[in-house]
């Protein structure tokens, strides 16, 4: 991600512990940072042409999400450490609330416009529509145990009785 040798290598020395940030004010310059660096940073997607017998390949640039864990890379902090900045009550929280409604922006409007996966931004997000299975008059799924023998009887028999009543009727029987 970041340059070697610069302030957000993330291989120099983690930090003893301390707060990385003096301020909320400090903490969402370093989001900024993050979020220009990703523009700036697209990901490269090769794509191949063929035309006429000549073969082009090129790099197609596809937007950069924003994630905690990406940020957490960049500014050489532990996730956990930028998620405890959530809970402060010194003033990171309200902080942190707005850099996460930054990613959270980000990644929807790009997923809407079909700029990045759907289906994958959508479950990243909390978005994913979910179905609950239940059993009868809502209550728990009745498992039975079938053996294979008792499956394969079962199709045969279903079988046996759709070849007959179509014996009987001359038409197939759906």
Same mark, same amino acid.
């Given at each position: 991600?970041?340059?070697?040798?610069?302030?957000?290598?993330?291989?120099?020395?983690?930090?003893?512990?301390?707060?990385?940030?003096?301020?909320?004010?400090?903490?969402?310059?370093?989001?900024?940072?993050?979020?220009?660096?990703?523009?700036?940073?697209?990901?490269?997607?090769?794509?191949?042409?063929?035309?006429?017998?000549?073969?082009?390949?090129?790099?197609?640039?596809?937007?950069?999400?924003?994630?905690?864990?990406?940020?957490?890379?960049?500014?050489?902090?532990?996730?956990?450490?930028?998620?405890?900045?959530?809970?402060? !009550? =010194? %003033?990171?929280?309200?902080?942190? +609330?707005?850099?996460?409604?930054?990613?959270?922006?980000? /990644?929807?409007?790009?997923? *809407?416009?079909?700029?990045?996966?759907?289906?994958?931004?959508?479950?990243?997000?909390?978005?994913?529509?979910?179905?609950?299975?239940?059993?009868? !008059? =809502? %209550?728990?799924?009745?498992?039975? +145990?079938?053996?294979?023998?008792?499956?394969?009887?079962? /199709?045969?028999?279903?079988? *046996?009785?759709?070849?007959?009543?179509?014996?009987?009727?001359?038409?197939?029987?759906?």
């Amino acid at each position: 991600m970041a340059a070697l040798g610069n302030k957000n290598d993330p291989w120099r020395n983690l930090s003893n512990g301390q707060h990385p940030f003096a301020s909320p004010q400090e903490l969402l310059e370093a989001a900024q940072g993050y979020f220009a660096w990703c523009d700036e940073h697209p990901l490269l997607e090769e794509e191949t042409t063929a035309y006429q017998g000549d073969v082009t390949r090129f790099d197609k640039k596809k937007v950069r999400p924003y994630t905690l864990k990406g940020m957490a890379v960049y500014l050489n902090i532990a996730v956990k450490k930028l998620e405890k900045y959530r809970l402060d !009550d =010194s %003033g990171f929280a309200p902080a942190m +609330e707005l850099v996460d409604q930054v990613m959270y922006t980000q /990644k929807f409007e790009h997923a *809407a416009a079909g700029i990045m996966n759907s289906n994958f931004i959508s479950r990243d997000l909390g978005l994913a529509e979910k179905q609950e299975i239940t059993g009868k !008059d =809502s %209550g728990p799924i009745q498992m039975e +145990e079938v053996s294979a023998r008792e499956r394969v009887n079962s /199709k045969l028999a279903s079988l *046996a009785t759709r070849i007959s009543a179509d014996r009987d009727t001359g038409e197939p029987q759906q």
